[in-house]
């Protein structure tokens, strides 16, 4: 495989990109003036070496150098109500509700949805690590409630499903597993819904059976 065909199939492990998106990703790249072709390579490398994974809700933040921050800051507020947990797909997902402005309780970021018919996807989810952030909250916050906020399509509600079926066993009397309600439309993404739908989708979120 050449050097181009290996550039286009690592665009296409982007999420959303399809081969042919990609093979223009890679010709992009090639036509690229040499000064941006390395501006683009330093900021992959500085982005990375001045980005971190939260240890709590696992979403990426960027921190000054030489910082050994691990906790970002929505997690650190101590205005946040610890006694809800709203878990999401992505960090996409998490930064759109928090543009609404309508949700003051603590995040765990999933690292994705499950496909229908695709077990195997299932081993690259947070699954283990949302287990212990929960049995933690449960423990030092009072846990009240776990919002599912995935997608309205069929693989945002298979991840609900499987999600629940982790979490069930762990869950006490004292806490309730909830979902998102009217005001995300069928097949929408939660990333590109407005704040007033966020906010009606938080608002009339419901209790899982």
């Known amino acids: 495989m050449s050097d181009l065909d290996q550039l286009a199939a690592f665009f296409e492990r982007f999420p959303g990109v399809g081969t042919r998106q990609a093979r223009r ?17 330093k900021l992959i490398t500085s982005a990375r070496a001045l980005t971190a994974e939260c240890t709590s809700c696992r979403r990426f933040f960027s921190r000054p150098p030489q910082s050994t921050d691990t906790i970002c800051s929505i997690c650190q507020q101590d205005s946040r109500d610890r006694g809800l947990l709203l878990v999401v797909a992505t960090d996409s997902d998490l930064l759109a509700i928090e543009r609404s402005g309508t949700y003051q309780g603590l995040y765990y970021v999933l690292g994705g949805t499950l496909p229908l018919l695709s077990e195997q996807e299932a081993q690259r989810l947070r699954i283990n690590g949302l287990r212990e952030a929960v049995k933690l909250r449960s423990q030092q916050d009072g846990l009240r409630e776990i919002i599912l906020g995935f997608p309205v399509n069929p693989d945002g509600e298979n991840t609900a499903r499987y999600v629940q079926s982790k979490l069930v066993d762990i869950v006490d009397a004292t806490s309730t597993i909830t979902q998102l309600g009217r005001g995300l439309s069928t097949g929408s993404e939660l990333e590109y819904a407005d704040s007033e739908t966020i906010k009606n989708a938080l608002s009339n979120r419901t209790t899982q059976p």
Do not use: R
């Not at 990703?25 to 390579?41: G, I, K, N």
């Open 25 to 41: 990703f890679a010709h992009h790249v090639l036509q690229l003036p040499t000064s941006d072709a390395e501006a683009f390579t």
